[in-house]
C-alpha cells in the first residue's frame, strides 16, 4: 500500500494544482517516441516520458524453441522486461529481481489482448523491454514502447496499446506521477488501453482512491492514453513517411 509521506519540504501539489516539476494535475511529462532504431530484430521502439528511457526490441513471429513451448493453434508471446544496472541511482544487480519477473507478466498480459496470436501457429514472438533510465511509470512505458514495437515489426494487432498511470496526491487525482510523487504519493494506478477497441488491459491500484476518484482516475487515463496513442501513430508515420521519401531520392 502507498501511504502519504511527509516529503520534508515542500508538499507535492500546491493550492493551485501545480506540481513540483511545474505540471498541472491532468498534465503527463514530456514524451518522445521513435520506431526503427535497432536492425538486429523485426522491430524496435524508443520512448522517453520525463527522465524515464526505455527501448524495445520484438523478434517474430519465428520458430518457437524450445520447441515443446510450441502451441499448434496459435503464436506464444513471451516478454522480458529488464532494468539495466545503470538504470537507477543506487547500482542494480544484473540478475532479474522479483519486481522484474512480476512486471514482465503484467506486461505480457496487458499485450497479449492485442496481438492477434492465432495468425502464427507454433511460432514465438519475443518482447524485449530494456529499462535504460528509471524515473517512475516504467511499466507503462514498457507497454506504450513494447505496442509500438511490435506494430513496427508488422505483427497484425486488434489495436495497439498506450498505458499511463494516474496516482493520488495531497488528496487529488494527478496523472503521469514522476519517481518523487510515486514514492510520497498516497495511490498510483497503471492502466493500459486499446482505445479504438475500448478495452482496458491493465488495471492495477497501490493505495486507495473512493470510487468518485476511481472513476475520475480512469477517466483521467483515457485521455493520457489518446494523447499516447496519437503519438504511436506519428512515430509510425515518422518512420515510413522518411522511409519513402529516401526511396524516391535513390
Known sequence: MVEAVDSGSKPLLSPDGIRTDGRKIDEMRKVKMEVGLL???SGSAYIEQGKTKIIVAVHGPREAHPKHLAQPGRAILRTRYHMAPFSTSDRKSP???RREIEITKVIREA???AVMLDEFPKTSIDVFIEVLQADAGTRSAGITAAALAL???GIPMRDMVAAVAVGKLEGRVVMDLNEEEDEHGQADMPVA???NVNRITLLQLNGRLTRAELEEGLSMARRGVDQLYEMQKQALREKYTSSES?????
Open 193 to 195: 488501453m486499446m482505445p
Open 151 to 153: 506494430a513496427e515489426a
Open 39 to 41: 536492425k538486429n530484430c
Open 95 to 97: 540478475a532479474p529481481s
Open 111 to 113: 499485450l497479449e489482448p
Open 246 to 250: 529516401a526511396q524516391e531520392e535513390d
